[in-house]
């Protein structure tokens, strides 16, 4: 099976949340105190036993090359296996990638010269744990020339603009949308597709123009819209089928707020989503940090102290506070500070007596001695992003 699947990767966009995307695509966002949001899609094709992966790239992509480089250059050329970065060739008219859909127009002389004989796609800007080897055997059962991943629509789970329709049988009747007022249930797309290479060697150039030079909204519901008379069955996520636990947690990460959310919810007892089960762990790349450590303040001699937050490696508590927060790597809190409720990126150092309520503070931010972040909404929105649910967003490199 392995080597009958080319996948592709989808990373071409900037994507959302805007705040988090200004300094590179969505698929390199930070996430979970040490990971990449891509990596949740890597480590599902690795347990999967897909090796062979192309990563579409385009927008910022020096970050998301660099973490390919670092994190994931363990696979063996010399048996066929690979993780390559494909940036637009420009091999057919000299433009950039207009959609997956024109992607796979101007890599069309890799996908003619591969083996597999079905191509997985999948978009890399997505948190979710999948076993695509039960979607890949679900394919071939079905003898299905498209296969699309359905997730269940409900008020917690990411909102789409398509609905799919499919008969009991599970086969794909219609493709409802793009609208803003659906209720919140039925089945939407989840950024995961296997298709036929033959089917879509044929059916390119229709494809091509049925898309009409303009970008994929979303990409799953492109194909299924353009793809009338195919043979195309419904995977529904989180059934019974696959080896990895089925918790069901799917989140495009689509906003401040569901970001902010989907880093709290790793807090709970019972998370949303489960990080730790031992057979299907999130590899990415991890720098040789010291052990995350408190010490006592230089000043007060307070003990540095934490509550129901995770730590990265390199984070030093020098008698400051922590409680529910997500810190990534080598993060600083100096004696007195206080931090509620708030996410923060590589690097961050927080002076004495400083306090953060409900932040997210990008890579490499410098707060001041004394400063106040997400105490004073109105202070905070004349400065910086704040969310319609009142987290406030400091960008890169800020001093504040």
């Not at 590589?346 to 490499?364: F, S």
């Not at 707060?367 to 009142?390: H, L, N």
Request: net charge negative; glycine share 8%.
């Amino acid at each position: 099976m392995p080597t009958q699947t080319l996948t592709f990767l989808i990373a071409t966009e900037r994507g959302t949340p805007a705040e988090l995307t200004e300094e590179r695509t969505k698929a390199a966002v930070p996430f979970g105190g040490k990971y990449r949001v891509i990596d949740f899609s890597l480590a599902n094709c690795l347990h999967s036993g897909l090796r062979q992966i192309l990563v579409l790239t385009q927008y910022k992509s020096h970050s998301l090359h660099k973490h390919l480089r670092d994190g994931w250059s363990l696979f063996n050329p010399e048996l066929g296996e690979f993780i390559t970065p494909l940036p637009p060739q420009m091999r057919v008219d000299g433009g950039w990638y207009l959609g997956l859909v024109d992607a796979l127009r101007q890599n069309r002389y890799l996908i003619e010269r591969n083996p597999a004989r079905r191509l997985l796609l999948l978009d890399g800007g997505a948190v979710y744990r999948m076993d695509y080897a039960a979607m890949l055997r679900w394919h071939d059962e079905q003898q299905a020339q498209i296969t699309a991943a359905l997730r269940p629509v409900t008020d917690e789970s990411a909102p789409s603009l398509y609905r799919v329709e499919c008969s009991e049988d599970d086969q794909v009747l219609a493709v409802h949308g793009p609208a803003t007022d659906h209720p919140p249930t039925g089945l939407a797309p989840m950024g995961v597709v296997v298709i036929d290479k033959d089917y879509l060697l044929e059916q390119l150039d229709q494809l091509v123009r049925a898309s009409n030079g303009h970008c994929d909204t979303d990409f799953v519901a492109s194909l299924l819209t353009s793809s009338a008379g195919a043979r195309v069955s419904a995977y529904r996520f989180g059934g019974e089928r696959g080896r990895v636990s089925q918790d069901r947690y799917w989140s495009d990460l689509g906003s401040i707020d569901a970001y902010y959310q989907a880093h709290m919810s790793l807090l709970e007892s019972r998370p949303a989503i489960d990080l730790y089960q031992p057979c299907w762990n999130i590899l990415t790349y991890q720098g040789q940090h010291p052990p995350a450590r408190t010490v006592p303040g230089p000043g007060s001699g307070n003990e540095g102290v934490f509550v129901n937050s995770m730590l990265a490696a390199g984070t030093l508590i020098r008698g400051g506070a922590v409680n529910r927060s997500v810190f990534f790597p080598c993060v600083t809190i100096d004696d007195g500070a206080i931090v509620d409720g708030s996410i923060l990126f590589d690097r961050v150092q927080v002076g004495a007596g400083a306090e953060l309520n409900r932040c997210i503070l990008d890579k490499d931010v410098v707060v001041s001695p004394g400063a106040r972040i997400g105490v004073d909404r109105k202070e905070d929105r004349a400065r910086f992003s704040v969310s319609p649910q009142g987290v406030v967003v400091v960008p890169k490199g800020a001093r504040v």
